[in-house]
């Protein structure tokens, strides 16, 4: 019996009435129907993935469920927002049963964990492509925008950079079998953790905030061009995991994918001076990994230093769709 879209919906997607308040309505209806809250304003984001442009074809099926949603739950950090439902169009080849299985378990184990509910979507035929909005709520007027960097404030970013880009690297030329010693690279290429906690601990203390997700440079770039600023990053200063450190040390050539790879889905923020003292305490309490790599200048572009505080050559484009078209 061939399978159809209906099929699909009630056999991978469609699970118990959605637990979670404000869901009034989840899938089945002709839209889902979501209540509002008062003293919250609503945030959206919406990101696709596309098969051979995001992930490798012969990516496992419950990876690309999982990367689906925790894109977009990085998107809802990065605003400080917390992430309560969402929804999923779904473009598949033909009807494999085996491969919706293990995505639908990648999906739910990430939106279990991450208290979010699938309340719709859409179901159609074609190239391989998965699309995930998402919406939460932030109090009124608290949500962390990439606007607001001024001159003398300091540039953080979150947990370590270049563990995605180096094991996406390693997927592809690995003749000493790094990968099989550091799995912890694939599974931050594969399965980003969304800095969910980090961002909302951030509301009133950061001035601005983006995620990582084209590359550092890339991404800090948005945060000081929307000021008409500019930026010194210290590259030394940039926090590295142990398993990158070990790759970087056989190819030492790699290092710049650090701040030019991308898929980090780390925190990028800045924040006053005087607030330093702050942050710190922050840190301490909540267990938070901030490190600091830089400041806002008033001179607009970008200046890179490393470790004797020499100047860098240093480009911040990442990842862009349609470059080549230009
Ligand atoms: P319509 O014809 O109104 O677009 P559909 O037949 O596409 O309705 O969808 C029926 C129900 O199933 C809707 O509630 C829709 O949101 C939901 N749905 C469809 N595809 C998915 C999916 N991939 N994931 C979650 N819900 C889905
Ligand atoms: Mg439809």
């Known amino acids: 019996m061939p399978v159809t879209e209906f099929d699909i919906i009630r ?3 469609e699970r118990l009435p959605s637990p979670r308040e404000p869901v009034l309505k989840g899938i089945g209806d002709d839209a889902a129907l979501i209540g509002s809250r008062a003293d919250d304003d609503l945030v959206i984001a919406i990101d696709s993935l596309v098969e051979a442009v995001h992930f490798p074809p012969g990516t496992p099926a419950f990876d690309i469920g999982y990367k689906a949603l925790a894109v977009n739950l990085s998107d809802m950090a990065a605003m400080g927002a917390e992430p309560v439902w969402f929804t999923l169009a779904l473009t598949l080849p033909d009807a494999d049963e085996a491969w919706l299985s293990e995505f639908s378990r990648g ?109 550092l440079l890339a991404d800090l770039s948005h945060l000081f061009d929307v000021g008409q600023c500019g930026a010194m990053v210290q590259l030394d200063q940039i926090p590295v995991s142990t398993a990158a450190q070990a790759v970087l040390a056989q190819y030492p050539s790699w290092r710049s994918l650090i701040w030019q790879g991308g898929d980090d889905y780390e925190l990028c923020f800045c924040i006053a001076p005087q607030k330093q003292a702050e942050l710190e305490e922050l840190m301490a309490s909540d267990n938070l990994h901030f490190t600091r790599i830089g400041c806002i200048e008033a001179e607009p572009g970008l200046r890179c230093t490393d470790a004797n505080g020499s100047h860098m050559d240093c480009q911040a484009h990442g990842y862009t769709h349609f470059r080549e078209q230009e």
């Open 107 to 215: 999906l739910f184990e990430l939106a279990d964990a991450s208290g979010v509910s699938l309340v719709g979507g859409d179901t159609t035929r074609g190239p391989l492509t998965v699309t995930v909005q998402i919406g939460g709520y932030v109090p009124h007027g608290q949500a962390l925008l990439r606007d607001g960097a001024r001159p003398g404030d300091l540039v953080y970013v979150s947990g370590t950079l270049g563990d995605a880009v180096l094991g996406l690297k390693l997927l592809q030329y690995d003749p000493s079998g790094l990968l099989q010693e550091y799995p912890e690279l694939r599974a931050r290429l594969n399965r980003p953790q969304a800095r969910l906690r980090e961002g909302q601990a951030l509301r009133g203390l950061a001035r601005c905030a983006i995620d990582i997700s084209d590359g």
């Open 11 to 13: 056999r991978y997607f």
